[in-house]
């Protein structure tokens, strides 16, 4: 992989490690906000009762279930930008070979090659 190559890989995590980032303090904000405090929002289609406790924590089961897969992603984009300081960025972390580029341009933060995610995601699933 080029410099130039990396370069453009670096900033495009940096760009979708702040655009997380600002997600992750509003998700933060949602999930520590008190239980009932905001009755009569928005969402009119859906049946939520300020009143029964029970869907009120049920909402913030749902955006702290949020916040865990952003910060989820948000750990693999810092991980791949370690991997770049690094220079290790790029490499499978599975079986060493380059991940393609077409992968690296779906997701920039990859950690295995496709063959090795597949088994990997295979084996999880089981
Ligand atoms: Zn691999």
């Known amino acids: 992989m080029t410099e130039a ?6 900033r495009r995590l940096l760009a979708l490690k ?13 999930a520590l906000r008190p239980v009932g405090g905001e009755a009569g929002g928005g969402l009119s289609d859906v049946p939520v009762h300020p009143a029964d406790p029970a869907a009120a ?4 089961q749902v955006s702290i279930g949020l916040l865990e897969t952003e910060a989820e992603l948000l750990t ?7 991997r770049i300081e ?9 079986c060493g070979q380059e991940i393609s580029r077409e992968r690296l341009n779906a997701l920039p ?3 295995y090659c496709l063959r090795c995610a597949r088994r ?3 084996a999880a699933g089981n």
Do not use: M, N
């Not at 693999?76 to 370690?82: G, R």
């Not at 690094?86 to 599975?94: A, L, N, P, Y």
């Open 120 to 122: 990997i995601q295979a």
């Open 5 to 10: 190559e990396i370069r453009t890989y670096r």
């Open 18 to 30: 702040k655009q997380l980032g600002v997600k992750l303090s509003d998700l933060e904000e949602e």
């Open 86 to 94: 690094q220079g290790t960025f790029g490499r499978c972390e599975e």
């Open 57 to 60: 924590e049920y909402d913030e």
């Open 76 to 82: 693999e984009v810092t991980d791949a930008l370690a």
């Open 109 to 111: 933060y990859a950690r």
